[in-house]
């Protein structure tokens, strides 16, 4: 409505500088009625790609592959034994993905891939504290070994020699 405004407002504009007769005017005016229509139409096709292109961006599929990632993730902390060494994170990574699927059940994508994202995130922490824990054992273990050789050696090399003066 605007625009049809401002191309009547430039024709009696245009006719007031030229002085024009009248079908002069008109041809004038319809001309630019012309080509503001043509970009009218241009700018509406572009506008309807761009809203059709957001819509198909939108439009989010299923994270089917990311909820077997997820399970996948949760099965593999469970047989390092996270149950035992991280049993929060664990149980975390179960509670999202049971909000994930209950999301897709829903037809609620993204939100269901935030919670699978959030599930892999808390079996990887899983992971790597029960991984972190073994290796904190085995440096325990290691250390002990070490102190139960060094008792061992130590007594032995000073009663293997004999300093005779």
């Not at 002085?19 to 004038?28: D, G, I, M, S």
């Not at 399970?71 to 149980?91: V, Y």
Request: glycine share 2%; net charge positive.
């Amino acid at each position: 409505m605007a625009l049809m405004l401002q191309i009547l407002t430039r024709c009696v504009e245009y006719r007031k500088k030229r002085r024009l007769p009248v079908k002069a005017t008109n041809f004038y005016c319809m001309n630019y009625s012309r080509e503001t229509s043509m970009i009218k139409k241009l700018l509406s096709l572009v506008a309807l790609s761009i809203l059709t292109l957001a819509t198909a961006c939108t439009s989010v599929q299923p994270p089917n592959s990311l909820a077997t990632q997820a399970r996948e993730r949760i099965k593999q902390a469970e047989s390092i034994g996270a149950d035992k060494g991280a049993p929060l994170a664990l149980r975390e990574a179960n509670q999202y993905l049971s909000e994930a699927e209950n999301a897709m059940q829903r037809d609620r994508h993204e939100e269901a891939h935030r919670f699978l994202e959030k599930s892999l995130i808390s079996s990887e922490l899983a992971i790597a504290r029960t991984n972190s824990q073994k290796a904190q054992e085995a440096a325990g273990q290691i250390e002990k070994d070490l102190d139960l050789l060094r008792r061992e050696t130590i007594p032995n090399s000073q009663s293997n020699t004999s300093y005779d003066y």
